[in-house]
């Protein structure tokens, strides 16, 4: 446990995208926060300045052994009474530790971490309670994956993380059709582990999320991206919150109450063109769209920024929009973005790059330009004289010093007559 009033929150890693929205929270709610992030130049934790700590370990993408002795160091220095982990690296991390952490883990632990990561015990387990789910293939070798190919499907790996040669490895999610693609997604696939292949279902993501305990499953939310995306990862973005399923939430219950789930959660949909919701995935941690509830209202403000300097309230806008340079309105592609898009409307048409006037030779070199012979053709004669003598003018003394040549470092032989 930690010392002193406030309880120490650890959370993890910095640069999930539900970082801002954790911290920022937390802090209101009187903890004390510390950000435990990747070691890197490439890694760029999102913390609003708050004066919160952030303390690198080593990323499981490289070590993942050392990554786990990096964690355990950083909570028996810190001595957190809750490790919050907010990404799917953090949670292999903080549920393969839990033993030696000495501090609570708000997430899965032991037997909850397959749910929380194994992608088929998931799929069985909604469609043992009656979510709908897409019809799926399990796909052992790349000849399983290739007779698949026709329709549209997303293929992603069983295993939200896994372990191989010593480093922890996220699979990105794909969506292919033709067997040109398929071959692709099959080209960097080393048949460690199999892949689901399920029919993409195009519409809207929606996450519908809440937080068990003891007591059951309760502070829920729902939300989805403000743009259309399609079934995949929607990212970075906007979202907009909405009323959640009766429907869903029945069946989250029966998913999560009955593996006797602790901690936050959050569950994937599709919402389909005839308004079906198409179950997509578990996650064992908060998602980008999380907000911490309070009672009935959210802590956390959709754009409230902090009494500050400007330069720190400049830092806090990047973090809020977030590394995406195209969206951001200062920047070439958004003003760029702004006035294709005005075009499209009909207000306004593009503005249109101004010629570029190059200043003209100065007056020095132009007379010296008119006064340069013109060449002659045919060899050395031919050849244009450089400097003084090319603008007619006699060739002075050469400034600066002097040329010696170049002498030998052993002195020169005397001859026999000249020693006598």
Do not use: K
Not at 57 to 64: S, Y
Not at 93 to 105: M, N, P
Not at 176 to 194: T, Y
Not at 387 to 395: L, N, Q, S, V
């Amino acid at each position: 446990m930690s010392d002193g009033a406030e309880p120490t929150i650890l959370i993890g890693f910095g640069d999930a995208p539900s970082t801002v929205e954790a911290v920022r929270s937390l802090v209101d709610a009187g903890h004390r926060v510390v950000v435990f992030g990747r070691a890197g130049p490439r890694s760029r934790p999102h913390v609003p300045p708050l004066g919160v700590r952030i303390i690198r370990i080593t990323a499981p993408e490289r070590d993942a052994g050392r990554a786990l002795a990096d964690l355990v160091s950083v909570a028996r220095a810190v001595r957190p009474a809750v490790v919050l982990p907010l990404d799917d690296a953090a949670v292999w991390l903080a549920g393969t530790a839990a033993g030696d952490l000495e501090a609570a883990v708000a997430g899965p632990t032991g037997p909850l971490l397959d749910l929380a990561l194994d992608h088929r015990v998931q799929l069985a387990g909604a469609e043992l309670v009656g979510l709908a789910v897409p019809p799926t293939v399990t796909c052992r070798t790349r000849d399983d994956l290739l007779a698949l190919a026709g329709a549209p499907l997303l293929v992603r790996s069983a295993l939200a993380v896994h372990e191989r040669d010593g480093r922890l490895v996220v699979p990105p999610v794909r969506v292919g059709a033709g067997r040109p693609a398929l071959a692709a997604i099959a080209e960097g696939w080393d048949e460690d582990v199999p892949l689901l292949a399920q029919s993409h279902v195009a519409g809207r993501v929606e996450e519908i999320a809440g937080v068990a305990s003891a007591e059951g499953l309760g502070l829920w939310s729902a939300h989805r991206p403000s743009r259309v995306v399609a079934a995949r990862r929607s990212g970075r973005g906007g979202w907009s919150p909405v009323a959640p399923d009766a429907a869903a939430m029945a069946g989250c219950e029966a998913l999560l109450g009955g593996a006797h789930w602790r901690g936050p959660f959050s569950l994937e949909f599709v919402r389909d063109a005839a308004g079906r919701l198409w179950f997509s995935r578990l996650a064992g941690r908060c998602t980008t769209g999380w907000r911490w509830r309070a009672g009935t209202g959210s802590s956390t403000p959709r754009r409230r920024w902090p009494r500050c300097s400007a330069p720190a309230q400049r830092a806090w806008r990047r973090v809020e929009r977030g590394p995406n340079r195209a969206a951001r309105p200062g920047s070439r592609a958004g003003r760029t973005a702004l006035r294709a898009a005005r075009s499209r409307a009909g207000r306004t048409e593009p503005r249109a790059r101004p010629a570029v006037v190059r200043p003209g030779p100065r007056p020095r070199d132009r007379d010296r330009g008119a006064r340069r012979p013109a060449p002659t053709s045919g060899g050395a004669a031919g050849r244009r004289p450089a400097g003084r003598a090319a603008a007619g003018r006699p060739r002075g003394p050469r400034r600066g010093r002097a040329r010696c040549p170049r002498r030998s470092r052993r002195p020169p032989r005397r001859s026999s007559e000249a020693a006598r």
